[in-house]
């Protein structure tokens, strides 16, 4: 299994960028997906989630301008970023609960390079 993210990019500050993660491989369920990122020399921080209920919970920094959404048939979860900020500049991850057909665990993306210019 595998998570593939694309979307990175610079931008200027008050800007847009939207971010697309898929999981591809032998895969029977996607549970909870999310978004983190992590600035060098720090800890990795949730950006935004779903999770199995469909609550979706976001970092008070980005509330009213990021927006999770997935779509369950591509086992794909998209990040929609607005009124970027310096701030915002990081890299980004998605994560899932993924269940194969032997088994169920968290699985990452690579990490795609968000910089945002003021």
């Known amino acids: 299994v595998q998570l593939q993210a694309s979307g990175g990019g610079s931008v200027q500050a008050g800007g847009s960028l939207r971010l697309s993660c898929a999981a591809s491989g032998s895969i029977k369920g996607v549970d909870a997906v999310g978004w983190y990122r992590q600035a060098p020399g720090k800890q990795r921080e949730l950006v935004a989630n779903?999770?199995?209920?469909?609550?979706?919970n976001y970092a008070d920094s980005v509330k009213g301008r990021f927006t999770i959404s997935r779509d369950n048939a591509k086992n794909a979860v998209y990040l929609r970023m607005n009124d970027l900020k310096a701030e915002d500049t990081n890299v980004y991850y998605c994560?899932?609960?993924?269940?194969?057909?032997?088994?169920?665990?968290?699985?990452w993306g690579r990490g795609t390079l968000v910089t945002v210019s003021s």
């Open positions: 994560s899932a609960d993924i269940t194969t057909w032997g088994s169920t665990g968290v699985f």
């Open positions: 779903i999770v199995r209920s469909g609550s979706i």
